[in-house]
C-alpha cells in the first residue's frame, strides 16, 4: 500500500473539526500556501467555544497586545486536538496544517484572568504523563532551563518570557519519549482550571499538537 503522504496524514487529523470551519477550494496553483483565518479578539485571555450546540468544541484563547495569538480546542478528553498560533502580525498557522483556505469561526468567549508570568514563576520539579503510561520527570530551573530527570523519557529545553497571557515560549527536546517529536516549539501555559496539573506543554508546527500536562514532582 501507498504511504500516506504529510499532507493526506494532516487532513485526516483535521477531519473532525471539518464542521467548525469555512474551507474554500484550492488555487489552481498548487504550491500556493493556504490562508488561515481565526475569530480576532483583544488582548487578554478567553474561555472559547467553537462548532453549534449539538458538537460544540471548548476551548481557551491567548491574545497578546503586540498581536501574537494562541488558539487551543480539545477533544472530548481536554486533550489538544488543534492549536494555532500566530506570531505578532504575521500569518496564523494550524497544527495540524491545513491544506486548503481555512477559517476558524469562535462562536462564543468569556474572559478569563490574564497574567504574566515570570520564568522564576515555574521553578521546580515536575512530571508528565506519556501517552503510553509511563512518566517523565524534569526540572525547570529559575533561570529557565528545562533539565531531564532520571527517567527513560528526557525532556530538555528552554522557557522564556512571553508577550500572551498565562505563557512562557517553549522550545522542547526529547529522547527516549516513544513517538513524540524529537524537538519542537511551542508554550507553557499556565491556567486555573488546570489544577492540579501545574501547566501545559504545548508544542506547534509538526502533524499533530503535542500537548503534556505537568505535575509537581
Known amino acids: 500500500m501507498k504511504p500516506m503522504s504529510r499532507r493526506g496524514a494532516a487532513a ?8 467548525l470551519m469555512l474551507a474554500a477550494c484550492g488555487s489552481s496553483h498548487d504550491d500556493d500556501a493556504p490562508t ?8 487578554g485571555a478567553y474561555a472559547v467555544s467553537t462548532g453549534d450546540a449539538a458538537s460544540p468544541v471548548d ?31 504575521g500569518p496564523w498557522r494550524g497544527t495540524p496544517a491545513a491544506d486548503a483556505d481555512t477559517v476558524v469561526d469562535l462562536t462564543g468567549n468569556n474572559t478569563i484572568a490574564a497574567s504574566t508570568p515570570g520564568v522564576a514563576s515555574v521553578a521546580g ?27 527513560a523519557c528526557r525532556l530538555s529545553g528552554k522557557v522564556a ?3 500572551l ?31 492540579p496539573a501545574a501547566f501545559r506543554l504545548l508544542g506547534t508546527g509538526g502533524t499533530a499538537p ?6 509537581p514532582g
Open 12 to 19: 485526516a487529523l483535521l477531519a473532525p473539526f471539518l464542521p
Open 36 to 43: 488561515m483565518k481565526v475569530t480576532e479578539l483583544a488582548a
Open 59 to 89: 476551548g481557551k484563547y491567548y491574545a497578546g497586545a503586540d498581536g501574537s495569538r494562541l488558539l487551543v480546542l480539545n477533544n472530548s478528553d481536554q486533550a489538544a486536538a488543534a492549536l494555532y498560533r500566530r506570531d505578532g502580525n
Open 125 to 151: 520539579r515536575y512530571e508528565v504523563r506519556l501517552a503510553s503510561g509511563a512518566a517523565a520527570a524534569f526540572s525547570v530551573g529559575a533561570g529557565g532551563d528545562i533539565v531531564p530527570g532520571t527517567t
Open 161 to 163: 518570557a512571553s508577550t
Open 165 to 195: 497571557p498565562n505563557t512562557l515560549k517553549l522550545t522542547l527536546a526529547t529522547a527516549g519519549c516513544g513517538d513524540l517529536p524529537a524537538g519542537v516549539e511551542g508554550y507553557l501555559v499556565i491556567d486555573a482550571d488546570y489544577a
Open 210 to 215: 503535542l500537548d503534556l500536562w505537568a505535575y
